[in-house]
């Protein structure tokens, strides 16, 4: 049971290019996050989504965009890197319903140069 | 919007000593959940409390909800270099969409042998 996996689990890039995290879930969660983690801040949410082709903003969802066509996949784009997203990112999904714990991918520390 | 603070950021204690970390939230919550993160790792779920005023404990652990359901404490008794970690606390707010939680900024735990 592979659970939740998010690739590449280190990213360097360069200020102004687009860059792609992935995040691959095998339980069929319907609800699915994308957290940054920056120390001081602790885990701030940028985009969730409920199912597949339903997504909503968070906390932080500036310079980012999410897309949802399958179950499975949340990949989280940002169109044009900063700086300021030199950050390790978390993806994270639950069952639905308000009772239910999330589980997180290993995370994926990018760098922004 | 809604928001949760946990203090300390850091604490520093000997093994064997007492650790104490507070979550304050903002709204009432439906429930709040806290997770620990290793060095390194990705965070994980620990328990969650519902109930106005509960405790739980998990051996070495006593979680307890505040009786207006806005505040939260985790405990740990007699330290040890495995609880090494950050400890977040997470809430949820009534009616909360999708079932987001809010993080506090989590506090960072050192044990030293």
């Known amino acids: 049971d592979a659970g939740i996996t998010q690739s590449p689990r280190y990213k360097i890039t360069e200020t102004g290019r687009q860059v792609t995290l992935m995040c691959h879930q095998t339980?069929?969660?319907?609800?699915m996050f994308w957290y940054r983690q920056d120390l001081g801040h602790g885990l701030r949410l940028i985009y969730y989504?409920?199912?597949?082709?339903?997504?909503d903003k968070g906390e932080v969802p500036d310079g980012y965009v999410v897309s949802r066509s399958k179950t499975e996949n949340f990949p989280l784009t940002l169109e044009s890197a900063t700086r300021s997203q030199t950050s390790v990112y978390f993806c994270?999904?639950?069952?639905?319903?308000?009772?239910?714990?999330?589980?997180f991918g290993p995370g994926t520390r990018l760098t922004v140069t | 919007g809604q928001q949760v603070m946990q203090i300390p950021q850091y604490q520093h204690v000997q093994e064997g000593e007492d650790f104490t970390t507070y979550c304050n939230s903002s709204?009432?919550?439906?429930?709040i959940q806290w997770y620990k993160q290793r060095p390194g790792g990705h965070p994980v779920f620990l328990i969650q409390?519902?109930?106005?005023?509960e405790v739980k404990k998990q051996k070495r652990l006593t979680f307890q909800f505040g009786e207006a359901k806005k505040n939260s404490s985790l405990h740990i008794t007699a330290t040890q270099t495995t609880d090494v970690g950050t400890y977040f606390c997470?809430?949820?707010?009534?009616?909360?969409?999708?079932?987001?939680?809010?993080f506090g900024q989590g506090t960072i735990l050192t044990v030293h042998p």
């Open positions: 994270a999904s639950n069952l639905p319903g308000q009772g239910y714990e999330q589980y």
């Open positions: 339980w069929s969660h319907s609800y």
């Open positions: 989504s409920a199912a597949a082709d339903i997504t």
């Open positions: 709204t009432t919550l439906s429930n």
């Open positions: 409390l519902v109930k106005s005023g």
């Open positions: 997470a809430g949820r707010a009534g009616g909360t969409s999708y079932g987001k939680l809010t």
